[in-house]
């Protein structure tokens, strides 16, 4: 079948149906931008019109063995099978947001424990009150390495210090807040 090219698509749909690969290639390649274009304009992304125009091709091949074309073109038969694959891929994504949600909203609590809110309130107001307490080197050190995630060496030079400086004070202060912790629990 050589001449696939130029015979119209009567004659390529017949003969893919027959199971030429050949014929299908020549409508694949004929069709699939129109294709990718709709399946674009009907999903909105890229990746996800590619997957249409796959899904649509692949319809159209377990398909074609039993289609009678009613014109002379495929690509009006393309683009039914193509809308129907894009909705179905529409409410199959909005149907797994839907279940994200649900999902989402399972693990949420049901109640609201105000009790473990007023010590965990507390537990923070005595960490604040132990790092007021620090010298400001101390606070400066507790800020950089605990709040801001700074490494010991960072901070080190952004207070011109030492690298051990930083570490033990670090320890120290770590050492206090563990005590607060404790004491507060």
Not at 112 to 136: C, M, W
Request: glycine share 8%; charged share 25%; hydrophobic share 45%.
């Amino acid at each position: 079948m050589a001449d696939d090219e130029s015979q119209g698509d009567g004659a390529l749909v017949a003969a893919a149906a027959g199971g030429s690969e050949l014929a299908f290639r020549t409508l694949y390649r004929a069709y699939v931008r129109p294709v990718y274009w709709l399946a674009h304009g009907l999903v909105g992304n890229p990746a996800d019109a590619e997957e249409v125009t796959q899904e649509t091709f692949l319809v159209a091949w377990r398909k074609l063995p039993g289609l009678k074309l009613a014109g002379d073109s495929l690509l009006p038969w393309l683009a039914t099978v193509c809308r129907y694959q894009a909705a179905n891929r529409v409410r199959r994504q909005r149907r797994d947001r839907e279940h994200q949600a649900g999902v989402a909203d399972e693990t949420l609590p049901a109640t609201v424990d105000v009790e473990q809110q007023i010590v965990d309130g507390e537990l923070a107001d005595a960490i604040l009150r132990e790092v007021a307490g620090l010298s400001p080197l101390d606070r400066d050190i507790f800020r950089l390495c605990a709040a801001e995630g700074y490494a010991y060496e960072a901070a080190a030079a952004e207070l011109g210090v030492t690298h051990g400086v930083v570490r033990n004070r670090l320890s120290r202060i770590r050492t206090r807040l563990r005590t607060v912790v404790k004491e507060s629990t």
